[in-house]
């Protein structure tokens, strides 16, 4: 499977913005799928983590009721919309796609994209 990340950019607090995580060579619905970031001087977190149905998603406390996470399994593509930005969502966004969504075993990973928030 591989993973294309996009939608990063730059968007001032308060903002939004919606990642798209596409997958190819596999079906996606075949995977947990999970968001993780990486901010300047910091390790890389968990953000948000969908299984794969799209029923069950789990979120940080940091992101909990301003980010969502959902798939689009026809279109073999997660989401993460996130709203109410603040500076320190800074932080190169990861997909990454697992057999289950509590599993710390991650088998494929995206290439990041950038989110920058301006306050």
């Known amino acids: 499977v591989q993973l294309q990340a996009s939608g990063g950019g730059l968007v001032q607090a308060g903002g939004s913005l919606r990642l798209s995580c596409a997958a190819s060579g596999r079906t996606s619905s075949n995977y947990a799928m999970s968001w993780f970031r990486q901010g300047p001087g910091k390790e890389r977190e968990f953000v948000a983590a969908?299984?794969?149905?799209?029923?069950?998603?789990y979120y940080a406390d940091s992101v909990k009721g301003r980010f969502t996470i959902s798939r689009d399994n026809a279109k073999n593509t997660v989401y993460l919309q996130m709203d109410s930005l603040k500076s320190e969502d800074t932080a190169v966004y990861y997909c990454?796609?697992?057999?289950?969504?509590?599993?710390?075993?991650?088998?494929?990973w995206g290439q990041g994209t950038q989110v920058t928030v301006s306050s």
């Open positions: 969908i299984n794969r149905s799209g029923g069950t998603t």
């Open positions: 990454a796609a697992a057999l289950s969504m509590w599993s710390s075993e991650y088998e494929y």
